[in-house]
């Protein structure tokens, strides 16, 4: 199979779309699809100021890479959470963007490390909880929502970047539909658009395949984590993901399909009735945003 | 014989069919993984050659 481009041998053929590229095509296609979906989506202009949250996965830091090497200000925000999984899952993370950082002088990391900050990490602070059935999943997703917002608003920064792809958002997609969670599916989109003390968040690789963004890491040379967070695994997302996955094996670009519809379709109003906002005030003990009366659920956990 | 490595797992398969029915073959999905020889990435139509390691990665990672 030769490169769509130059004729040399490919080095990644992307079914959904019948398109071959060589090693050097591909690093160059791979950005080229992140600036228009920045574009697309009128995600941020050259002047804002970013915060990419990164990891030390695959996505988050192709993302930041990828915003670099487009001119854009991008700074990382890593949130320390003390998982451990046997093999220290945080501490390998952070080694990974450590790595990372090594190979582009001149970038900024922001730093939260939860047990340092507030005396506990993610799996015992759920543990005294008791949400999530075990599972430390809510919390952690609790946690990092908030530290996010609170360094995105802090830090003047103009949107927060996620590095969530399109296998992740339809994976979330297809669990909503699934339960017809129409006020999740309103909310479900590329841009989440700043509001009474919530940053703007955006997603700019969410037309790109989870295969296409791990195939950019590997190209670019960027050492990521491969181990997924030993509390994902036996995830509901990922049971979701492996049969998309059987979808799209037999009927290629069905998962951009399905997302691409599904935007179209709220475009044309079809969740507006359950696009309400639910009202936000500040935490009165921390200032954040919330829902919850009084003081908010990430000050209730400690 | 063609080794194929994934997790902690290897086998050993016929050389002469593509990457990508080797996948098949051993119970895998050619979406969820991406194979690499001699730390490059190769496309899955590429034919497997006598004597070729391959290590096949799990694209889904990270938290």
């Known amino acids: ?302 | 014989m063609v080794k194929f490595i994934h997790r902690q797992q290897e086998w050993e398969v016929k050389a002469g069919m593509t990457i990508r029915d080797a996948i098949l073959k051993l119970g895998l999905n050619p979406e969820a993984v991406l194979a690499v020889r001699d730390e490059r990435l190769i496309n899955d139509d590429t034919k497997i050659q006598e004597d070729d390691v391959i290590k096949l990665i799990d694209v889904v990672s990270g938290g």
């Not at chain 1, 090693?23 to 992140?34: N, T």
């Not at chain 1, 952070?94 to 970038?107: D, N, Q, S, V, Y």
């Not at chain 1, 047990?115 to 609790?142: D, I, N, W």
């Not at chain 1, 993901?241 to 709220?266: C, H, R, V």
């Open chain 1, 1 to 302: 199979m030769k490169c769509r481009k130059c004729g040399r041998e490919a080095g990644f053929n992307m079914r959904r779309q019948k398109l071959a590229l060589c090693a050097e095509h591909y690093l160059e296609w791979f950005p080229s699809q992140v600036e228009r979906a920045i574009h697309k989506y009128k995600m941020f202009t050259p002047g804002d100021k970013v915060l990419v949250a990164v990891s030390g996965g695959k996505d988050s830091l192709a993302l930041w890479d990828v915003l670099l090497d487009l001119g854009y200000h991008a700074e990382g925000l890593y949130i320390g959470l003390g998982i451990d999984g046997g093999f220290g899952y945080s501490r390998l993370s952070l080694e990974k963007i450590e790595g990372f950082m090594a190979t582009r002088p001149g970038a900024v990391l922001h730093t939260v490390d939860i047990p340092q900050t507030y005396g506990e990490s993610v799996p015992q602070v759920a543990r005294r909880k008791h949400r999530g059935r075990g599972k430390p999943c809510a919390v952690c997703g609790l946690i990092k929502r908030y530290v996010m917002n609170r360094v995105a608003s802090e830090g003047h920064f103009d949107v927060l970047a996620t590095g969530h792809n399109l296998d992740d958002e339809v994976a979330v997609l297809f669990g909503n539909t699934l339960h017809w969670q129409i006020g999740y599916l309103a909310r479900q989109a590329p841009v989440l658009e700043e509001r009474d003390g919530l940053a703007c968040k955006v997603k700019p690789l969410c037309r790109l395949y989870e295969r296409e963004t791990a195939a950019y890491a590997i190209v670019k040379g960027i050492d990521y984590i491969y181990e997924e967070c030993p509390h994902a695994v036996g995830a509901t997302t990922n049971r979701y993901k492996e049969l998309l996955n059987q979808l799209e094996l037999d009927s290629p670009g069905s998962k951009l399909q399905f997302y691409i519809t599904f935007l179209k379709a709220k475009e044309e109003g079809l969740f507006q009735q359950a696009a309400e906002q639910v009202a936000l005030h500040p935490c009165q003990n921390c200032g954040q945003p919330t829902t919850a009366p009084g003081i908010c659920t990430f000050c209730r956990l400690w």
